[in-house]
């Protein structure tokens, strides 16, 4: 497909690929611009993989911090009540 973050598109194909919708997505990164400002920019929650790193950025901020992708996703189950 030749997508790459943070074009709008990668984020509709991949919810594409799942069969699940955009609107309720979470996007999962460590990289501030291209994960964290792409799912900004799109609308989505986010939670920055920090890897014990300070979050610089003043136009946007990620909705949740974790200090590994697996306690991202403990943080977004616990917040989703699932």
Do not use: C
Not at 33 to 44: P, S, V, Y
Request: proline share 6%; charged share 10%.
């Amino acid at each position: 497909m030749g997508y790459a973050k943070p074009s709008p598109l990668i984020f509709h194909a991949a919810a594409q690929s799942v069969g699940m919708p955009l609107r309720d997505g979470w996007m999962v990164g460590d990289h501030p611009l291209a994960d964290i400002g792409g799912a900004h920019n799109m609308g989505l929650n986010s939670v920055w993989v920090s890897h014990g790193r300070a979050w610089f950025n003043h136009e946007f901020v990620p909705t949740l911090v974790a200090s590994t992708a697996a306690v991202a996703i403990s943080m977004i189950h616990a917040k989703s009540g699932r």
